[in-house]
């Protein structure tokens, strides 16, 4: 019912920038909320920013300063621009949105939410 796609990871230097997309698409009543997370080998999946559909965002005290999450112009759409890579930020990282779908019979169905395939991002030199 809600399909979620990540693009935009890749290979960068330490110091380097990268933009991931994400987009959430389907039979969408509502979007409560999209977000970012990571999870590096040997650890747990971690919340890396969020942005709810009134604006507010969130960071994990990790990136803040160095990510920026932004809602795109498409419906449904959001963006992480990360800065200053580093090493320690390599990882897959997962978008999520939290959304009610509507349901074949046309009614709203619970809120849940949905996760995306995730995308690599590896800072090496």
């Known amino acids: 019912q809600v399909q979620v796609v990540e693009s935009g990871g890749g290979l960068v230097q330490p110091g380097g920038s990268l933009r991931l997309s994400c987009a959430a698409s389907?039979?969408?009543?509502?979007?409560?909320?999209m977000g970012w997370y990571r999870q590096a080998p040997g650890k747990q999946r971690d919340v890396v920013a969020s942005?709810?559909?009134?604006?507010?965002?969130n960071y994990a005290d990790s990136v803040k300063g160095r990510f920026t999450i932004s809602r795109g112009n498409a419906k449904n759409t959001v963006y992480l621009h990360m800065n200053s890579l580093k090493p320690e930020d390599t990882a897959v990282y997962y978008c999520?949105?939290?959304?009610?779908?509507?349901?074949?019979?046309?009614?709203?169905?619970?809120?849940?939410?949905?996760w995306g395939q995730g995308t690599q991002v590896t800072v090496s030199s």
């Open positions: 999520n949105a939290d959304a009610a779908p509507i349901n074949p019979s046309s009614m709203t169905g619970p809120r849940s939410d949905y």
């Open positions: 389907g039979s969408i009543f509502k979007v409560y909320a």
């Open positions: 942005i709810t559909s009134g604006g507010t965002t």
